[in-house]
């Protein structure tokens, strides 16, 4: 018997919205630690704030990587569901979005921020 028959999906834990996801990102954000010990106020403040905004986007990668592995890859599901999924996008589409990984876009997201 082939045991990969039965709903790919099942074990996806609850998504988050963008939204929820930013309110626990900036929430974990908020309880970081002010450990510089430079003498200037405005440099501690500077550190507080980056360290504040590396938490932040950490947690946001961590959490949409955790998202991003449940979920099966095309390959492994019953071919039931590979043509369900090449009907409504097409297995190839799906291949691609596979194969990128998340580091080039973590990469992508963090450059782009610094810019804005």
């Keep these: 018997m082939d045991e ?3 709903n790919p999906f ?8 963008s939204q929820e996801l930013l309110d ?3 929430e974990k954000s908020l309880k970081t630690n002010i450990s510089s010990r430079t003498r200037s106020a405005i440099e ?7 360290n504040r905004i590396n938490t932040a986007a950490n947690v946001i990668v961590d ?9 099966p890859t095309i390959e492994n599901i019953h071919p039931f ?3 369900m ?5 097409g297995t190839d589409e799906l ?8 580091g080039s876009n973590e990469e992508y997201l963090l450059t782009s921020t610094k810019d804005s």
């Design 44 to 50: 501690r403040s500077r550190n507080h704030e980056l």
């Design 85 to 89: 999924a090449d009907l409504f996008c």
């Design 63 to 71: 959490r949409i990587e955790r998202i991003i592995s449940q979920f």
């Design 95 to 102: 291949k691609i979005l596979e194969t990128t990984s998340l």
């Design 10 to 17: 099942e074990k996806i834990n609850n998504i988050e919205t």
């Design 4 to 6: 990969n028959i039965g």
């Design 24 to 26: 626990i990102a900036f």
């Design 81 to 83: 569901y590979q043509e």
